[in-house]
């Protein structure tokens, strides 16, 4: 009897502990999905920014009607999230989609606001995406604000709010409702067994402050802590049990089978004195049945089923009655019986104690890998078999998937662009990847690999300085690195064939440009810390960005910068000379007669005119002035910051004296020709003569054509009607 009621009571202490392990496991899975909702909910939402700034990078002169064509597509997606949508020229709201309710928003000056300031920095400090908040929004309620660059981040100088001129967009910014943001991850909904709070403000994570605790649970012991990541930031999901969560009652039947078994038993045992011997071999084989009540369990005598446990038909759905076999129980895969006695016949014990892996169908029609073994025991005045099957799905398909991922991981690295390197923080070289080994271009084992060897010695002083810098960083930060770098071909890095490379990829003295993400390894590589060095040969793309860059500013014919550059620098040069309190000036010259030049001598010798008067004019002028050539025969010259006008008749009689210059032109057979060529000259003054850039043109090019109609070769002023 009382052996019975200790087994009874540590059974139920099984059973308690088992259900409360059980539901703690079903909260922490639901803590995990309400993270992982959350994070899904906020990337996708952010997304949404990020396209808005790349839109307006690219439209820069963007108006109001286009921006609320593209805003309202973006809004129709999600309706009940969306907020606003916002463009930040400099620190102050320009545009804001829908206007209706958000009205209050325009002109905010986002970098002076109390609580939005400091995330309106991150954004231009950093140049990467934000969230922000939640916060209190302007036109009411509470939402988060992503925030996202529009191009390079930097000064907001320049910025011509309010100015008839373009404004420079610096950011994006979409306000998104919070609590619906919260309902669609989930949160409200669920058993009310776990209560939750968020804290991260302006996604700062494990730093920042408890945003959200509806049932202020913070203060407390906190269970579970998950980390919800998003472009921006992070948040910490906060959770824990409700008081009353874990359910571990057992039912009424439960308790009143161990009194009776107790009271029967204690009964029994009075009267069944006599059977002394039988009752010994009976607690055996409970013991042998109760110490694998977890695992499903058979007792069969050479083919014929005797019973299983409960977990046994928990798990395959299966009853059989006395006196089955095994073979009726069509148990396991037809694959696996072959390794298993003729006739499913468990006479003899298991020549292997280890197990044989076996594939066994569940209740749910799925097969699942349990580790089976039998023992010999005795029952009912007998030897019998006991069969334990152990399950081993979740450890069978985990060596599997990491199998199938290092198979995966080494077809990755072999068919990477570029090649990759495991760098340790010593800087040594420890393993190669990429399509250059993958394709025999080098040999990593041989003469002359680099596995094996330190950055000092495969690499130049500096740049191995650069390296263990980089591998350092991303190690202590635990980040990725970016960083950029020129090599000789073959040095480190494999050579490729130089026949390859196009014209004008190179530099001159032969070396070409790599461009490196260096990420550090989460786990150590065998037993060190160590980076993946990844390169990439960008010698072709820095050539082209840096041909572009010049294309998109420079008159291709004379080198002058172009319209474009012009009123690229009207307003930083306009805003440096309204600062200081000076003016600008606008020299509009148009050549006298070039035409005939062309008409006589062919287009080549104008162009040749062109370029020698672009840098002889050029050659006159102070550096913080800019000659543009606007077309055709038609140059302007913006001054920098003017103390006073009197500064400009002295640059106008050094541009004149360029044009008493006799040139020398060479014609299309080799001949020489010599011509003169004059020019009409206007001039005005800014902010005098136009506010804006094309005012200011306008008033120059006025005065030039006075002196058009006056005769030619001379200057003329906005201010007076006499020609000088």
Same mark, same amino acid.
């Given at each position: 009897m009382l052996l019975f009621a200790g087994m009874f009571l540590l059974a139920d202490r099984a059973w308690e502990r088992q259900l409360t392990e059980r539901h703690h496991s079903n909260l922490a899975s639901e803590v995990a999905s309400k993270r992982t909702r959350l994070e899904s909910v906020i990337n996708s939402l952010v997304h949404a920014?990020?396209?808005?700034?790349?839109?307006?990078?690219?439209?820069?002169?963007?108006?109001?009607?286009?921006?609320?064509?593209v805003a309202e597509r973006l809004y129709r997606r999600?309706?009940?999230?969306?907020?606003?949508?916002?463009?930040?020229?400099?620190?102050?709201?320009?545009?804001?989609?829908?206007?209706?309710?958000?009205?209050?928003?325009?002109g905010l000056d986002v970098a002076e606001h109390p609580e939005q300031g400091d995330s309106f920095r991150r954004v231009m400090d950093s140049g990467q995406t934000v969230v922000a908040g939640p916060w209190e929004l302007e036109q009411g309620g509470v939402g988060l604000l992503v925030r996202s660059p529009v191009g390079v981040p930097g000064s907001v100088d320049g910025v011509t709010n309010g100015s008839p001129s373009a404004p420079l967009f610096t950011m994006s910014s979409v306000a998104l409702d919070f609590e619906a943001i919260l309902e669609r991850a989930g949160f409200g909904q669920g058993s009310g067994l776990?209560?939750?709070?968020?804290?991260?403000?302006d996604g700062t994570g494990a730093r920042g402050e408890v945003f959200h605790d509806p049932q202020e649970i913070a203060a407390g012991p906190i269970e579970w802590r998950q980390t919800v990541s998003f472009a921006g930031g992070e948040w910490v999901l906060l959770a824990r049990p409700a008081e009353d969560a874990i359910p571990t009652a057992r039912p009424p039947a439960w308790w009143a089978f161990g009194i009776v078994g107790t009271l029967a038993l204690g009964g029994l045992s009075w009267r069944v004195t006599g059977y002394v011997r039988d009752r010994r071999r009976l607690l055996a084989q409970y013991h042998a049945l109760v110490s694998n009540l977890e695992d499903a369990t058979l007792v069969v005598r050479g083919t014929r089923l005797l019973w299983t446990n409960p977990a046994f038909r928990r798990a395959t759905g299966r009853t059989p009655g006395v006196l089955g076999t095994v073979e009726d129980l069509a148990l396991f895969h037809p694959d696996d019986i072959e390794g298993l006695p003729a006739d499913l016949d468990f006479s003899e014990e298991d020549p292997e104690?280890?197990?044989?892996?076996?594939?066994?169908?569940?209740?749910?029609?799925?097969?699942?890998?349990h580790l089976l073994r039998w023992v010999p025991i005795p029952w009912e005045q007998g030897q019998a078999m006991l069969l334990i099957l152990v399950d081993v799905h979740e450890n069978r398909m985990l060596f599997e998937a990491l199998a199938q991922a290092r198979d995966l991981q080494d077809a990755l690295f072999e068919a990477m662009p570029g090649h990759a390197l495991v760098i340790g923080e010593e800087g040594r070289v420890y393993r190669s990847f990429g399509d250059a080994w993958a394709r025999?271009?080098?040999?990593?084992?041989?003469?002359?690999?680099?596995?094996?060897?330190?950055?000092?010695?495969?690499?130049?002083?500096?740049?191995?300085?650069?390296?263990?810098?980089?591998?350092?960083?991303a190690l202590s930060e635990g980040a990725l690195q970016e960083t950029e770098y020129l090599l000789d071909p073959g040095v480190l890095h494999p050579a490729g064939s130089a026949e390859g490379y196009a014209p004008g990829e190179c530099r001159e003295d032969g070396q070409r440009w790599f461009e490196a993400r260096v990420r550090p390894i989460a786990a150590h590589f065998e037993g060190r810390a160590a980076v993946v060095w990844h390169a990439l040969d960008v010698t072709a793309r820095r050539h082209l960005e840096e041909r572009l860059q010049? /294309?998109?500013?420079?008159? %291709?014919?004379?080198?002058?910068?172009?319209? +474009?550059?012009?009123?690229?620098?009207?307003? *930083?040069? #306009?805003?440096?000379?309204?600062?200081?309190?000076?003016?600008?000036?606008?020299?509009?010259?148009? /050549?006298?007669?070039?035409? %005939?030049?062309?008409?006589?001598?062919?287009? +080549?010798?104008?162009?040749?005119?062109?370029? *020698?008067? #672009?840098?002889?004019?050029?050659?006159?002028l102070r550096a913080e002035d800019l000659l543009v050539r606007l077309g055709g025969d038609e140059f302007l010259?913006?001054?920098?910051?003017?103390?006073?006008?009197?500064?400009?008749?002295?640059?106008?009689?050094?541009?004149?004296?360029?044009?008493?210059?006799r040139w020398e032109l060479t014609l299309d057979d080799g001949a020489l020709v010599s011509v003169v060529v004059t020019a009409s000259i206007g001039v005005a003054f800014h902010p005098e003569h136009g506010e804006s850039l094309s005012e200011l043109i306008a008033s120059a090019d006025r005065a030039m054509y006075r002196v058009k109609g006056r005769g030619r070769n001379a200057v003329a002023w906005v201010e007076g009607d006499d020609v000088r």
């Open positions: 920014t990020i396209g808005l700034s790349a839109y307006a990078e690219a439209r820069p002169g963007l108006d109001v009607e286009e921006f609320e064509r999600d309706p009940e999230v969306f907020r606003s949508l916002t463009l930040l020229a400099g620190s102050r709201i320009h545009f804001v989609y829908p206007l209706e309710g958000n009205r209050e928003a325009l776990v209560q939750l709070a968020i804290k991260g403000r104690p280890s197990g044989r892996q076996v594939r066994v169908l569940m209740a749910d029609g799925h097969w699942r890998f025999g271009e080098v040999d990593a084992e041989g003469p002359g690999a680099i596995v094996g060897h330190c950055v000092e010695e495969l690499l130049p002083e500096p740049v191995a300085r650069q390296f263990l810098a980089v591998v350092r960083r010049t /294309l998109a500013w420079q008159d %291709p014919l004379t080198e002058a910068a172009n319209r +474009a550059a012009l009123e690229r620098a009207f307003p *930083r040069m #306009s805003s440096r000379a309204r600062r200081q309190g000076e003016q600008l000036a606008m020299i509009f010259i148009d /050549l006298d007669r070039f035409k %005939p030049i062309n008409d006589q001598y062919g287009h +080549a010798v104008g162009d040749q005119l062109l370029r *020698r008067l #672009s840098a002889a004019l050029a050659d006159q010259i913006l001054t920098g910051s003017l103390a006073s006008r009197d500064e400009v008749p002295p640059l106008i009689e050094r541009l004149r004296g360029v044009f008493e210059t």
